[in-house]
């Protein structure tokens, strides 16, 4: 006999997209009550994700490994120091957060805390996943003796309604394993990825010459940054939309990794010819950009005259919630020096973020961008040194340049046309334009997270 528990409270946002179960399938017409719509239990699927995200972190660290070793073997200290220092760091930052996305250290797995220690923690966690899904394989015929009752919104031909279904303790369990391997994605791409990719390109253009591993390197790195920055987009929504059931289809995918990919790939080279043609002189400014968006949310948070939040983990300090909060905040500025985090970090916020669409954060930050390319494109064109490329250097500034504002277009497109939830912003993309460039509507305009249920408040302004 099936034991079905109440539904808990609420918990912060990390909590709640863990729990996240496998996609339902609808069925209209089995009602449990009024405005509930029964949907039937979700079936588990291989953990591709799970593979390929510990494939890319195996891959990169290998590979890392193998050019400092070649570095060594050639007498490049420099080079070697900061190959191995990106690679440490973001080693170490998934090893924290799988541990604390498995809370491991209530637990007794000495196994897994070694693996951990020995910067192995991916693999056995990807081993662990692999036997849960087999083990719901073969158990596939059976009933979960244990579930639990969970309900999301969805939008139906339009309409919006409440989906109650049943999600198996095993099927939750490697959920939350996907979960966490996205997070761990995100941590590998923009702590360790972003500025080896970005090293690595700078070696090469000073030494002129791109051996076969640093190659590999620098795929595997280009690889992790697109999927973790498609990642970002993916989990910003759903974390903005937590009542929400999200349903991505492959066109907006492409759309997504289109426009991560032209912008990642852009602003880095932008950044890599800048700082070869300064040198030590690009150092201070790249610093400080990148210590004005490490410190915008605390100045905000400081402003506020907020607490801070004491709902980030219920076993945590005063000291340990800090710790999370540094935490969270680099990875913020990591995203936010290469792309566009899809989120407004509020550190005063009871779940740290700015769950409304905020079209004036996503203008401002992608104006300032644009500025600063274009800055560091001028610099390069300018000053740049004949020798470090044999290519005409005003080609190659406008094609960056286009190139960032092609990656531009496919966002403009996908928040106009394939957000997923476009028929629940208060305004559209050209809404805010309209509004920036002709000034016909100067009261702000506020998106309700939360909106009523009534069809005109859902009617899509597309």
């Given at each position: 006999?099936?034991?079905?528990p109440?539904?808990?409270?609420?918990t912060?946002?990390?909590?709640?997209v863990?729990?996240?179960?496998?996609?339902?399938?609808?069925?209209?017409v089995?009602?449990?009550?009024?405005?509930?719509?029964?949907?039937?239990?979700?079936?588990?699927?291989?953990?591709?994700?799970?593979?390929?995200?510990?494939?890319?972190?195996?891959?990169?660290?290998?590979?890392?490994?193998?050019?400092?070793?070649?570095?060594?073997?050639n007498?490049?200290?420099?080079?070697?120091?900061?190959?191995?220092?990106?690679?440490?760091?973001?080693?170490?930052?998934?090893?924290?957060?799988?541990i604390?996305?498995?809370?491991?250290?209530?637990?007794?797995?000495?196994l897994?805390?070694?693996?951990?220690?020995?910067?192995?923690?991916?693999?056995?966690?990807?081993?662990?996943?692999?036997?849960?899904?087999?083990?719901?394989?073969?158990?596939?015929?059976?009933?979960?003796?244990?579930?639990?009752?969970?309900r999301?919104?969805?939008?139906?031909?339009?309409?919006?309604?409440?989906?109650?279904?049943?999600?198996?303790?095993?099927?939750?369990?490697?959920?939350?394993?996907?979960?966490a391997?996205?997070?761990?994605?995100?941590?590998?791409?923009?702590?360790?990825?972003?500025?080896?990719?970005?090293?690595?390109?700078?070696?090469s253009?000073?030494?002129?010459?791109?051996?076969?591993?640093?190659?590999?390197?620098?795929?595997?790195?280009?690889?992790?940054?697109?999927?973790?920055?498609?990642l970002?987009?993916?989990?910003?929504?759903?974390?903005?939309?937590?009542?929400?059931?999200?349903?991505?289809?492959?066109?907006?995918?492409l759309?997504?990794?289109?426009?991560?990919?032209?912008?990642?790939?852009?602003?880095?080279?932008?950044?890599?010819?800048?700082?070869?043609?300064?040198?030590?002189?690009?150092?201070?400014?790249?610093?400080?950009?990148?210590?004005?968006?490490?410190f915008?949310?605390?100045?905000?948070?400081?402003?506020?005259?907020?607490?801070?939040?004491?709902?980030?983990?219920?076993?945590?300090?005063?000291?340990g919630t800090?710790?999370?909060?540094?935490?969270?905040?680099?990875?913020?500025?990591?995203?936010?020096?290469?792309?566009?985090?899809?989120?407004?970090?509020?550190?005063?916020?009871?779940?740290l973020?700015?769950?409304?669409?905020?079209?004036g954060?996503?203008?401002?930050?992608?104006?300032?961008?644009?500025?600063?390319?274009?800055?560091?494109?001028?610099v390069?064109?300018?000053?740049?040194?004949?020798?470090?490329?044999?290519?005409?250097?005003?080609?190659?500034?406008?094609?960056?340049?286009?190139?960032?504002?092609?990656?531009?277009?496919?966002?403009?497109?996908?928040?106009?046309?394939?957000?997923p939830?476009?028929s629940?912003?208060?305004?559209?993309?050209?809404?805010?334009?309209?509004?920036?460039?002709?000034?016909r509507?100067?009261?702000?305009?506020?998106?309700?997270?939360?909106p009523?249920?009534?069809?005109?408040?859902?009617?899509?302004?597309?």
């Open positions: 006999m099936s034991t079905r109440q539904h808990s409270e609420r912060s946002t990390m909590d709640r863990y729990e996240i179960p496998e996609e339902p399938n609808v069925d209209p089995s009602s449990l009550q009024e405005d509930v719509i029964r949907g039937t239990n979700p079936r588990f699927t291989f953990p591709f994700s799970i593979l390929f995200s510990t494939f890319l972190y195996c891959g990169e660290a290998a590979s890392a490994l193998y050019m400092v070793r070649i570095y060594r073997k007498s490049e200290t420099y080079w070697m120091t900061y190959t191995f220092s990106f690679f440490m760091f973001s080693s170490i930052m998934v090893q924290l957060t799988l604390f996305v498995h809370r491991d250290l209530a637990k007794d797995k000495p897994s805390l070694f693996m951990h220690l020995i910067l192995l923690g991916p693999v056995i966690r990807c081993l662990e996943a692999m036997i849960k899904y087999l083990t719901l394989w073969k158990k596939e015929e059976q009933e979960e003796p244990y579930v639990s009752l969970t999301k919104k969805m939008l139906i031909d339009g309409e919006e309604v409440l989906i109650e279904w049943e999600v198996g303790h095993s099927i939750r369990t490697l959920a939350m394993h996907r979960n391997y996205k997070r761990m994605s995100q941590i590998q791409a923009f702590l360790g990825s972003v500025p080896q990719l970005t090293y690595q390109l700078y070696v253009l000073i030494s002129a010459e791109v051996p076969l591993g640093r190659v590999v390197l620098m795929v595997f790195s280009l690889v992790s940054v697109t999927y973790g920055a498609t970002c987009n993916m989990l910003a929504i759903q974390i903005k939309y937590d009542d929400y059931k999200i349903r991505l289809g492959p066109l907006e995918v759309c997504i990794t289109i426009w991560r990919t032209l912008e990642i790939t852009s602003r880095l080279l932008i950044l890599v010819l800048f700082s070869a043609t300064l040198k030590l002189k690009a150092v201070p400014f790249l610093v400080l950009n990148f210590l004005i968006i490490l915008e949310p605390w100045i905000k948070f400081w402003r506020s005259g907020a607490q801070m939040p004491n709902n980030i983990e219920k076993n945590f300090s005063r000291v800090l710790v999370v909060l540094i935490s969270v905040t680099i990875l913020y500025a990591g995203i936010n020096f290469s792309c566009w985090s899809a989120l407004q970090l509020r550190l005063a916020d009871r779940d973020v700015d769950k409304g669409q905020n079209w954060h996503m203008g401002l930050h992608y104006s300032v961008r644009l500025v600063e390319n274009v800055i560091m494109v001028l390069f064109k300018f000053f740049g040194v004949k020798v470090l490329l044999n290519y005409c250097h005003s080609l190659i500034a406008l094609q960056l340049i286009i190139a960032y504002l092609i990656s531009i277009g496919f966002m403009l497109l996908f928040f106009q046309y394939l957000h939830l476009r629940l912003f208060a305004h559209n993309v050209v809404d805010y334009l309209h509004c920036v460039c002709c000034h509507h100067p009261r702000t305009r506020v998106e309700n997270p939360e009523p249920f009534e069809t005109e408040a859902r009617q899509s302004v597309v």
